[in-house]
């Protein structure tokens, strides 16, 4: 997600669970909200992790 590719967003944005949660309208522009959803990924492998026993906590 480091290089801009139109492709790419465009089917995140067509993705109503993703467009709910992570585009904020803003003076008539829909902002991708980037860092909201890197963090889910990362929240979701801390989990995978934890509960495969690979992090103690």
Known sequence: MDKFDRELMT???KDPLIHKNYVEKIADTE???LN????MFEYKEFWEKYKAGG???
Not at 36 to 39: A, G, H, K, V
């Open 36 to 39: 909201q959803f890197i963090e």
């Open 55 to 57: 992090l103690q906590c």
């Open 11 to 13: 089917k995140l944005f």
């Open 31 to 33: 902002v991708f909200r």
